[in-house]
């Protein structure tokens, strides 16, 4: 195992050309599964305030000119 | 109306394709995960050393996938840019501006890995031959048509014009391809031709082709996530999206 690693002395180029791929692949993966959970959230506040406003205008109708 | 083109308009309507891709997302990442497993056992363990090149070699398995996958996203990127300039197909605009990043990080490892390679390989970490200047100037590109996407306001006339950069862009797609022959690099020529042959031990083959497989897979589930994540936000007034964000409140 140590021998299979150290790659006969390529050890260091061929580990960080496999670490760049992992990285770059695994922040590309990511990336849309944080925009997608912020856009829901986003849109959930935008809903709550907007029903809790109907709300409110429903039971104080002269409160809103 | 013909059946082809009817499935054509159903699956460009944004909830219809939101659920069909939410549909294939897992099996994709699943099938990727397991081909890009094998294929990196393969490549890296199954393998024999590279009679001139050593271990070294090995850095193919991740550098030659990339490269052909960052030409593959860019035309991608270009047809369905095409489709939704000519068309103005909502899903091919977000499509195209979806498969920008993608093929703009697998161009960016390609890149780097092949800077890495070129070191024990060539003596140098980077040189301004033909075929390292092209794919440079296609990370560019990339970086041009996210910018350009991420400077406009409208969503939309965003896209058209990104697509537009995109489609100018496309000129560079057969300078890469065919810099290897048309001047003399330090990069090596062409090794694998699927129609005419291969010019490489078929126990280093089938790893590669199995990782070309898997990065296909990859890019095919990385722009479904990316543009239903997209979808959501361009159409986030319509009541299917809203319905879907009271749907998930409680989950």
Same mark, same amino acid.
């Given at each position: 195992?140590?021998?299979?690693?150290?790659?006969?002395?390529?050890?260091?180029? %061929?580990?960080? @050309?496999? *670490? #760049?791929?992992? +990285? %770059?692949?695994? @922040?590309? *993966? #990511?990336g849309p +599964?944080?925009?997608?959970?912020?856009?829901?959230?986003?849109?959930?506040?935008?809903?709550?305030?907007?029903?809790?406003?109907?709300?409110?205008?429903?039971?104080?109708?002269?409160?809103?000119? | 109306?013909?059946?082809?083109?009817?499935?054509?308009?159903?699956?460009?309507?944004?909830?219809?394709f939101y659920?069909?891709?939410?549909?294939?997302l897992p099996?994709?990442?699943?099938?990727?995960?397991?081909?890009?497993?094998?294929?990196?056992?393969?490549?890296?363990?199954?393998?024999?050393?590279?009679?001139?090149?050593?271990?070294?070699?090995?850095?193919?398995?991740?550098?030659?996938?990339?490269?052909?996958?960052?030409?593959?996203?860019?035309?991608?990127?270009?047809?369905?840019?095409?489709?939704?300039?000519?068309?103005?197909?909502?899903?091919?605009?977000?499509?195209?501006?979806?498969?920008?990043?993608?093929?703009?990080?697998?161009?960016?490892?390609?890149?780097?890995?092949?800077?890495?390679?070129?070191?024990?390989?060539?003596?140098?970490?980077?040189?301004?031959?033909?075929?390292?200047?092209?794919?440079?100037?296609?990370?560019?590109?990339?970086?041009?048509?996210?910018?350009?996407?991420?400077?406009?306001?409208?969503?939309?006339?965003?896209?058209?014009?990104?697509?537009?950069?995109?489609?100018?862009?496309?000129?560079?797609?057969?300078?890469?391809?065919?810099?290897?022959?048309?001047?003399?690099?330090?990069?090596?020529?062409?090794?694998?031709?699927?129609?005419?042959?291969?010019?490489?031990?078929?126990?280093?083959?089938?790893?590669?082709?199995?990782?070309?497989?898997?990065?296909?897979?990859?890019?095919?589930?990385?722009?479904?996530?990316?543009?239903?994540?997209?979808?959501?936000?361009?159409?986030?007034?319509?009541?299917?999206?809203?319905?879907?964000?009271?749907?998930?409140?409680?989950?």
């Amino acid at each position: 195992m140590p021998d299979w690693f150290a790659m006969h002395g390529y050890a260091g180029y %061929v580990w960080s @050309a496999y *670490a #760049i791929f992992a +990285i %770059v692949i695994a @922040a590309d *993966a #990511i990336g849309p +599964i944080l925009r997608k959970r912020r856009t829901l959230s986003a849109l959930r506040g935008r809903l709550t305030r907007e029903s809790s406003r109907a709300a409110r205008a429903a039971a104080a109708p002269e409160s809103t000119p | 109306m013909n059946p082809l083109l009817l499935w054509f308009h159903k699956f460009g309507s944004p909830p219809y394709f939101y659920a069909f891709a939410g549909r294939w997302l897992p099996w994709l990442y699943a099938l990727a995960l397991i081909t890009g497993a094998v294929g990196f056992y393969g490549g890296l363990v199954m393998a024999p050393a590279d009679y001139q090149q050593g271990d070294s070699f090995r850095i193919m398995y991740v550098h030659v996938p990339c490269a052909w996958m960052g030409l593959f996203a860019y035309a991608f990127m270009a047809v369905n840019g095409f489709i939704g300039l000519v068309w103005r197909i909502k899903l091919s605009e977000v499509l195209a501006m979806a498969a920008a990043p993608v093929g703009a990080a697998f161009t960016f490892i390609t890149l780097a890995t092949g800077s890495i390679w070129g070191k024990p390989t060539w003596g140098t970490w980077w040189t301004w031959d033909a075929r390292l200047t092209s794919e440079l100037v296609m990370l560019f590109l990339y970086f041009g048509v996210i910018g350009l996407n991420g400077a406009i306001e409208d969503t939309r006339q965003a896209a058209r014009a990104a697509s537009f950069l995109a489609l100018v862009g496309v000129v560079n797609l057969p300078i890469i391809h065919y810099s290897v022959q048309w001047w003399n690099t330090l990069h090596q020529a062409q090794t694998v031709n699927l129609l005419a042959g291969s010019k490489i031990d078929a126990r280093m083959l089938w790893p590669l082709l199995l990782l070309a497989l898997a990065t296909h897979v990859y890019f095919f589930a990385s722009v479904f996530a990316r543009a239903r994540a997209a979808l959501l936000e361009l159409e986030a007034g319509k009541e299917w999206v809203r319905q879907l964000a009271t749907e998930t409140a409680h989950a």
